[in-house]
C-alpha cells in the first residue's frame, strides 16, 4: 500500500524569484486547479507588460527553458523576439504578473536554450502554479487552433469581444471552449475497493473506473451506465468527492465513491484489461499522485483503514 501525501512542500520558482518561493498545500489544493493568487481574466489588456508569462505552444507542446528538472516559462517578449506567434490569448494575473497563452507557428523553431516539451513531462518539475496554467493554457490554445472557421457554415471566425469566444461573422454562430465533464469513480464492498485495469496502464497498475458523460445524462446516470457496461455490477450511495481539471484534451474529472449494490464481475475487454477487487490493505501501484484517482483511492483506502481499526 502506498499511502501519504507529500505534505506542504515548497516550490522555488525562477520566474518568480523576486516573489520569493510558492508554498503548496498538497493535501489541500489537489494539482491542476486554479492555482492561489490567480485572478482568472479573458480580457486582453490594451498593453500587455512585456515582462507577462507566455505559455507558448507548439502543437501541443510548451516551450521552457532552464534546466531539464527545474525548467523555467519564458516572459512573452522573449517569444515576440523570435515572431513565431500566431495568436495571443489573455489568461490572467499570477500574482500580479500577467500571463498570455500563445499559439505557435506549427514550423516554429527551437530557439537556442529554450526546448518544447509535453505537458505530462512537467509534472512535477514545473512549479505547480504554472503547470496548472500552462494546462489552462493549453486548452485555450487548443481551442483557438480547432476553431478557425465555423463548424456551421466554414466561414473563417473571430474573437468575439469581451468573452472567450470565436463568432462566425457570417452566420452568428458562436464556439466556446470545450470542456468534457468526464466522471471517476471508486466502488467499495465491505473494505473492498474495486479497482481496474486500462491495457495503456503500465504493468501492475491499476486505477479506479471512468467515463465521459453522454449528451442527456446526469453524472450519477454516467457512472450507473459506465460501471454496468464496463464491469456489469450495480451500484448505490453515489457520494460527490472532489472534481480535477484534466487537459488531455479538455477534461473535467469529477470523482465520487459508490457502494456495490449487487451482480458479478465481468469485464468489457474492449476497455479494460482485468478489474478486480482488492483488500483496504492490499491495494497494487495507482497512478501517479498528480492524479484526482490517487487521491480518490487513497482517500477511500483510509477511511476503511480506519473503519478497520475501529472493529
Ligand atoms: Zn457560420
New binding site residues.
Given amino acids: 500500500m502506498r499511502l501519504g501525501w507529500r505534505r506542504g512542500f515548497t516550490y522555488h520558482c525562477k520566474a518568480f524569484a523576486s516573489r520569493g518561493t510558492f508554498r503548496v498545500e498538497a493535501h489541500r489544493s489537489p494539482p491542476m486547479h486554479t492555482p492561489q493568487g490567480f485572478t482568472p481574466s479573458h480580457v486582453l489588456p490594451t498593453a500587455i507588460p512585456a515582462g507577462a508569462l507566455a505559455f507558448a505552444f507548439r502543437d501541443t507542446k510548451l516551450l521552457v527553458g532552464g534546466p531539464e528538472d527545474t525548467p523555467i516559462v519564458p516572459e512573452l517578449a522573449r517569444v515576440e523576439s523570435l515572431q513565431i506567434g500566431e495568436a495571443v490569448h489573455y489568461l490572467g494575473e499570477l500574482d500580479g504578473t500577467a500571463c498570455v497563452a500563445v499559439l505557435l507557428r506549427d514550423d516554429a523553431p527551437e530557439p537556442e536554450g529554450w526546448r518544447y516539451a509535453g505537458l505530462r513531462s512537467l509534472f512535477f518539475r514545473l512549479p505547480e502554479p504554472l503547470l496548472a496554467i500552462a494546462a489552462r493554457a493549453f486548452q485555450v490554445i487548443e481551442w483557438d487552433r480547432t476553431h478557425r472557421y ?1 463548424g ?4 473563417p471566425t473571430r474573437d468575439k469581444p469581451g468573452e472567450r469566444a470565436k463568432e ?1 461573422p ?4 458562436i464556439a466556446y471552449p470545450r470542456v468534457s465533464p468526464a466522471m471517476m469513480v471508486l466502488i467499495t464492498r465491505g473494505r473492498d475497493v474495486l479497482l481496474a485495469r486500462a491495457p495503456r496502464f503500465p504493468p501492475g497498475m491499476y486505477s479506479a473506473l471512468a467515463g465521459f458523460v453522454e449528451p442527456g445524462e446526469t453524472i450519477e446516470d454516467c457512472i450507473r451506465r459506465e460501471v454496468r457496461e464496463e464491469v456489469g455490477i450495480e451500484v448505490g450511495n453515489i457520494t460527490y468527492f472532489a472534481s480535477q481539471s484534466w487537459a488531455f484534451p479538455h477534461s473535467l474529472m469529477i470523482a465520487y465513491t459508490a457502494e456495490y449494490a449487487g451482480g458479478e464481475l465481468k469485464v468489457d475487454e474492449s476497455e479494460i484489461a482485468e478489474a478486480r477487487w482488492f483488500a483496504w490493505d492490499a491495494v497494487p501501484d495507482l497512478p501517479p499522485s498528480i492524479s484526482i484517482s490517487r487521491r480518490l483511492i487513497e482517500s477511500t483506502v483510509a477511511r476503511l483503514a480506519g473503519e478497520s481499526a475501529r472493529s
Fill in positions: 465555423c456551421r457554415c466554414g466561414t462566425c457570417a452566420c452568428g454562430q
